[in-house]
């Protein structure tokens, strides 16, 4: 897909929508760094982490934490994780963070698309909530 194609797909999405392409980035930078790593190609590995957490750390920054309540302070803290796992993968050249941090936004991303699919007004439950929630409970430790 050329670059013109993807910045007017861009220009028209809408904004869940483009928080779908952000988390789809993501996804697909994290599936990258898997295989450099499986590979052994270390600067491959380290460009694509790189790049997952750009986006990451773009997701996060758009959280308005006064308004988005609860939500927004979770998923503010599903974003410290997630790049906490990224940053882990790329210390010790370990594919588990990247797992992690993937089931992670895979999860967030599935949120997204449901809600990207239906009209406002058609959202009686609240798919990120529910997405976040399943999310926070991936992340904790197992004790």
């Given at each position: 897909?050329?670059?013109?194609?993807r910045e007017?797909?861009?220009?028209?999405?809408?904004?869940?929508?483009?928080?779908?392409?952000?988390?789809?980035?993501?996804?697909?930078?994290i599936r990258?760094?898997?295989?450099?790593?499986?590979?052994?190609?270390?600067?491959?590995?380290?460009?694509?982490?790189?790049?997952?957490?750009?986006?990451?750390?773009?997701?996060?920054?758009?959280?308005?934490?006064?308004?988005?309540?609860?939500?927004?302070?979770?998923?503010?803290?599903?974003?410290?994780?997630?790049?906490?796992?990224?940053?882990?993968?790329?210390?010790?050249?370990?594919?588990?963070?990247?797992?992690?941090?993937?089931?992670?936004?895979?999860?967030?991303?599935?949120?997204?698309?449901?809600?990207?699919?239906?009209?406002?007004?058609?959202?009686?439950?609240?798919?990120?909530?529910?997405?976040?929630?399943?999310?926070?409970?991936k992340s904790?430790?197992?004790?």
């Amino acid at each position: 897909m050329g670059a013109r194609y993807r910045e007017m797909e861009i220009r028209t999405a809408t904004p869940e929508m483009v928080i779908v392409k952000l988390y789809e980035g993501a996804l697909r930078f994290i599936r990258a760094a898997r295989a450099h790593q499986e590979a052994g190609h270390i600067a491959g590995r380290a460009t694509s982490i790189a790049k997952a957490l750009a986006i990451v750390n773009e997701l996060q920054h758009s959280l308005n934490l006064e308004r988005g309540g609860e939500i927004a302070h979770n998923l503010d803290a599903l974003y410290f994780f997630v790049t906490d796992r990224l940053l882990e993968a790329n210390l010790r050249g370990t594919i588990a963070p990247l797992d992690v941090a993937s089931g992670i936004l895979a999860t967030l991303n599935e949120a997204w698309v449901e809600i990207a699919r239906r009209p406002a007004d058609a959202l009686a439950v609240d798919p990120v909530g529910e997405a976040t929630s399943r999310a926070l409970e991936k992340s904790m430790p197992v004790r």
